[in-house]
Each structure stands twice: as C-alpha cells, then as structure tokens.
C-alpha cells in the first residue's frame, strides 16, 4: 500500500534502472506514430489567388473536418472551402491517443462542477454524438480502426478502490476487483477497476483525418493546405480573409484553430497550450502478449489527477503494440505554440520508468516513438463558443485533450450558430456561457504551477482537496478528472 507520501508512479520512477530507460528510448523517433505512416496522403496545394465561397472553415484538425463534412450533408449544394496552416491533422489531431469519448464536458465530475443543470442533457447529448460518430464511419465506410470495446479506469491506490466501485454503480459500467483487473490487463499496480463497456471508442487518430478529408473531397468540399490565414475583415454582406498569397471571401466562416491564436482576439486569453506526451511500444512478441493479457481492445486510465492513459493497437503487420501516455502537462511561460516543445527528454524518461514500473512482465521492450503536442486548454477544460461578425463567422475551441468525439458536437454546434436560427442546442448554457480568461504574465504560469503542485498535492493525500483547489473550485477554474 502507498503511503502518503508514496505513490505508486513515484515509487516506479525511483526504482526503474535509468539505463534500462535510456535503452528503450535509445531508437525511439521523436514524432507521432500514427503520422509516421505510408499511407498518409500527398498535401493539397496552397491558395494562389483570389476565390469565393458559402462557407470557409480555417483549419484542417477534427473541427474543421468534422466542420466541412456536416456542412455539405446539410446542402450538398453549398460551396465549402477549407484552408489549413500546415497539413491536415498535423497537430493535435494528429497526435493524440486515439480516446474517442462520449463525454463532452471532460467527465462527470467536471462537467457536474461546471454546468450542474445541465450535465444529465449533455451526458446524453454526448451519447447520441458518439452514436453518430460510429453511424457517420459506418456509412462512409471510413478505414479508422474503429473498435467500441469500452474502457477501463483502474484504481493505483487503496483509496481509490471507493471511488471505482462509485463508477460502478452507472449503468453499463463493471465493477471489477483486482483479480478480474489483472485478467482483462496484468499489473500489480491495478488495485480494481470500473469497465465502462459503451461510452468510450478507440480509432487510429491520423485516419480519421484522412478518412474525415476523403470524404469531404468526394462531397466537393475543395482543401487548400500551407495557406495560413492572417487577417478577417468583416466587409458588411460578406467575410473577408487574407492569406500570403490569395484572399478568400465567404458568406459564413468557421473558426477551428482551437489551441492557434483565434483571429477573433478577444477570445485569446480564454486559451493557454498544454503539453502533453506519448511513448507507443514496437511491436510485442507472443510471450509478451501472453504475459500482459489485454486480449481486449479496452482504453485505461488511472484516477490520479496527474493521470496515466494506455491503449492498445494493432499496426499494419498485425501486430500488438502498447501507447502510454499523459502524467506531465506541461505549460512553458509566455503561452507560446513552438515545434521545440512536442518533444521532452525528462517526461518520455518518466513515463518510460511509470511504463515498466506498471508492467514488469514487458521490461524489455522498447519504444518506436516518443513524442507530444500542445493541447487547447480553457479554464472549464471542455469546450466553448462564440458568433462574430453578425453572425458571419463561428468559433469552437477549449477541447482540453477531449476532441477526437466532442469535436464532431463542437462542428455541429458551429453549423447552428451560423444558420442564424435557435435551436437546443445554441440555447444550452455550455455554448451561451464562456470560462473565465487566463490572466496575463507572469500570473498565467504561477497559476498553472500552483494548480498542478495543488493537484499532485491531491494525489498524495487521498484524493482531499486543498483551500487553493476547493476556491477554483467556487470561482469556475477547478479541474476535478
């Protein structure tokens, strides 16, 4: 049993051998798995020159794809343009673990702190997105991995036993003691479990991406990508934007930048970049396999708040692999989006020691990639909205590392606010009402030091909440995961 002072990741990281670390990582590329693959498409041309559109969508991540594709199923006939940065899905929906949740407010606990009246709509409001997600890949027959096998939060400490055998007590959820936790995946750190068996789909983030554009190209959606968009003018009918080398004008236009700086300034402070990382094993061997069990294609987590979340895969050969990600979520001063961050020695070294601390039986396997990204984080950690210009232009953003299915929600929400009409959902309070702006530097970084110490804190003391994170709490900035 961890003392107060002993947690179980703490323990893992004084006791695996640093040069054991420093093996696995040794080939390890430093960019995300599931890019670096042959089948990632060519990039579409750049925007030379001037065009028209009904609707523009500036950015090429989930959003903005998610974004395109409802639009042209609603009117086949609207002219839909979108226009990205860099390349589609480079990012972080490119990035990330692959996590397709039902969840629209970042857990229960979040959303019940945030939006208390309205957490039971949202919870089914989230429901019918996932369903519509897996209906949507369905009827497209989108190549993404797909798997709705549910996932597992395991209990790492004694007290956290209570708190599974709570999750348990919802509909569709197991409770799982620490023998049938180390059946579904063998560690000696899984204490019990709650399988939530619906709620929660694993995908291949980058075919998403690729699969969500092939679609919008077959429905006429045009892609220009390396066209960054610099300036919006509102010209009174229409919207007006500048790019380096063309110029775009649109009767409507949807903003999906999410951690970029908007090009509505006022909703900048509303935003900071998190960064967060991910180790993703070469391929098991069948005694590794053996040993692990995981026969299950299940995501996990733990319930620290500095919290761990693994899942397994199966690559192009058909072969087993492991992505082991989270704990650090790093934010640098100045709030700044750099290349230099998505990758960080020290936390793929801490992850490397939690890995093999929670799973002994796989101490000699290495890694094939390490890597990380920024994360839109908002002070409520779920999404929120605005509508400009008279209307004419849209925004989403806030995701807080819980996109791959609530982006579809955010898109559809857009769509809505730019049809100019009211319907359930611009009237919830999640899309009327905004988190509170991140105050400037130097305060941003003590804030957010002090709530990550605060929610280590936590972690070390069962679970009880300090003054500090009881008063964000109160005031509308707690995170409770």
């Known amino acids: 049993m961890a003392t107060t002072n002993e947690l179980t990741f703490d323990r893992h990281e004084a006791e695996v051998s640093p040069a054991l670390v420093a093996r696995a990582l040794a080939d390890a590329k430093r960019t995300s798995y599931w890019l670096d693959n042959v089948q990632r498409p060519a990039p579409h041309p750049a925007l030379h020159g001037s065009i028209t559109t009904d609707l523009l969508v500036i950015g090429g991540g989930y959003t903005g794809l998610w974004t395109a594709l409802q639009a042209k199923e609603r009117d086949p006939a609207r002219k839909v ?51 519509e997600f897996e209906a949507t890949v369905q009827r497209y027959a989108m190549d993404v991995d797909f798997i709705r096998h549910g996932s597992i939060n395991v209990a790492t400490e004694q007290h956290q036993i209570a708190w599974v055998a709570g999750e348990a007590e919802a509909p569709g959820v197991d409770y799982l003691d620490a023998d049938a936790v180390k059946q579904l995946i ?29 679609v919008c190209r077959e429905m006429g959606v045009e892609f220009y990508e390396h066209t960054h968009a610099l300036e919006m003018e509102n010209t009174g009918t229409q919207v007006q934007v500048l790019t380096a080398d063309g110029q775009i004008t649109a009767q409507r236009v949807a903003l999906a930048t999410n951690v970029f700086p908007s090009l509505l300034k006022r909703h900048r402070a509303r ?5 967060d990382y991910a180790l993703m094993t070469e391929p098991l061997t069948a005694q590794q396999r053996a040993a ?48 230099s961050y998505d990758t960080n020695q020290r936390t793929f ?30 002070s409520r950690f779920f999404s929120f909205f605005d509508l400009a210009y008279g209307g004419k232009v849209a925004y989403c953003a806030g995701f807080t590392g819980l996109g791959v299915g609530a982006t579809r929600f955010g898109a559809k929400v857009m769509l809505d606010l ?5 319907t359930g959902l611009t009237e919830l309070e999640l899309v009327r009402t905004k988190p509170i702006p991140f105050p400037p530097e130097p305060a941003a970084w003590v804030g957010v030091k002090l709530m990550t110490s605060q929610l280590a804190k936590a972690d070390r003391n069962h679970g009880e909440r300090s003054a500090f994170l009881k008063l964000m709490d109160k005031i509308g900035m707690g995170f409770d995961s």
């Open 81 to 131: 343009v979108l226009i990205e940065g860099q390349r589609l899905g480079w990012a972080a929906s490119g990035r990330n673990g692959g996590f397709c949740e039902a969840s629209l407010v970042h857990g229960e606990a979040n959303g019940a702190n945030h939006l208390p009246e309205e957490i039971e709509l949202l919870a089914e409001l989230g429901a019918q997105n996932l369903d």
């Open 186 to 214: 063998n560690s000696p750190d899984f204490l019990a479990g709650a399988r939530d068996n619906h709620s929660t789909a694993l995908i291949h983030p980058a075919k998403l991406v690729w699969e969500l554009a092939r």
């Open 271 to 275: 935003i900071i970049p998190v960064y």
């Open 292 to 339: 692990i069990g995981w026969e299950d294609m299940v995501g996990l987590a733990d319930l620290n708040n500095r919290f761990h979340y693994a899942r397994p895969t199966i690559d192009a050969e058909g072969n087993f692999r492991i992505l082991y990600g989270g704990y650090d979520a790093v934010y640098h001063f100045g709030g700044k989006v750099r290349s």
């Open 349 to 378: 070294e801490k992850l490397a020691a939690h890995f093999f601390g929670s799973f002994p039986d796989l101490m000699d396997v290495k890694f094939s990639h390490a890597w990380g990204g920024a994360i839109d984080t908002c």
């Open 418 to 422: 730019l049809s100019g009409k009211k």
